[in-house]
């Protein structure tokens, strides 16, 4: 995949809004630059302004970067009663990457993201130039740490907290201070900027944002909530992935901590890096954007150009 396109003139890099419409849904998306397609899916309690630095490099770098909503994260998703499993999110990202291009995309994913990325990865290679994924490790990796590592559990309480029906009220208590408190615990090193915890609280407002946002928790647990038909989709979502990927995580990461990418390469059959980035936790990209950027463009011009 070569990047060509506005390098220099983009300025401030022109992150503006985008819809597109895509397996049903009006996608409520910020968009950068003009070139080869980059693809940046968010992850939770997030939104897609949390990749402003990275739409920025890359739009000035000769990308076109798109960064979606996910499935119910925009009160104006029609989507926002789910599903919300990951092979339903698969679907969503390779119907916008036929919307939005006919050649490859670069699929770039931090949290949910990162399963997202990497399951449109195995799901449709032909589709994806190559991957990067950020703070969430593969899903046997992280099943294993559920399941053997008592410091890793305590990290997820969360996720148990979430299936309990008193989980909104809670989380829209105080004007949604858990949401801070939840960043200040898993990046314990990072003040979050006051205008991006603005806009990510003006979203779970929306009674529809914030029942979506613990739907994917609540899919992952509960086979009940799941699609019968996308069973074939699930076991698929197990294999190797195909094309090369990048991982980066931070050193100080207070929800999946740095040791659970440990053998991490067994589940990627192209080339496969990882980095720990230091000073850094959960919201890596945003805490150290400058170390993330450089090393998202050094993968993509080795990869791709």
Not at 176 to 185: G, I, N, V
Not at 272 to 296: D, M, R, Y
Request: proline share 7%.
């Amino acid at each position: 995949m070569t990047a060509k396109g506005t390098k220099g003139t983009t300025g401030n890099a022109g992150i503006r809004p985008l819809a597109v419409e895509a397996n049903g849904r009006t996608v409520q998306a910020l968009e950068a630059g003009e070139g080869a397609l980059a693809i940046a899916i968010h992850g939770f309690p997030d939104l897609p302004l949390s990749f402003r630095h990275q739409m920025k490099a890359l739009a000035e770098s000769g990308y076109r970067v798109v960064a979606p909503c996910l499935r119910g994260y925009s009160p104006l998703d029609v989507a926002s009663d789910g599903p919300f499993e990951v092979a339903v999110l698969v679907q969503d990202l390779l119907a916008l990457i036929d919307r939005l291009t006919d050649k490859t995309a670069a699929l770039i994913g931090h949290d949910w993201g990162g399963a997202v990325v990497r399951g449109a990865a195995i799901m449709a290679p032909e589709k994806v130039a190559g991957i990067v994924t950020m703070a969430v490790p593969t899903a046997d990796n992280f099943a294993r740490a559920l399941l053997t590592s008592p410091i890793q559990q305590r990290r997820s309480w969360y996720m148990y907290f979430f299936q309990l029906p008193i989980a909104e009220r809670a989380m829209a208590n105080d004007d949604f201070r858990f949401l801070e408190e939840l960043r200040r615990e898993w990046s314990p090193g990072w003040d979050c900027p006051q205008e991006v915890m603005y806009e990510v609280k003006a979203a779970f407002r929306a009674p529809s944002v914030l029942k979506a946002a613990l739907g994917y928790y609540r899919s992952q647990f509960n086979p009940a909530l799941q699609q019968p038909e996308l069973a074939p989709l699930r076991r698929r979502l197990a294999e190797p992935v195909p094309v090369p990927a990048l991982h980066l995580h931070g050193a100080d990461d207070g929800c999946i901590g740095a040791e659970t990418v440990a053998g991490m390469e067994s589940a990627f059959k192209g080339h496969f890096e990882k980095h720990i980035i230091p000073s850094a936790g959960h919201f890596v990209h945003q805490e150290q954007p400058g170390l993330v950027n450089e090393l998202i463009l050094e993968f993509l011009k080795k990869e791709f150009s």
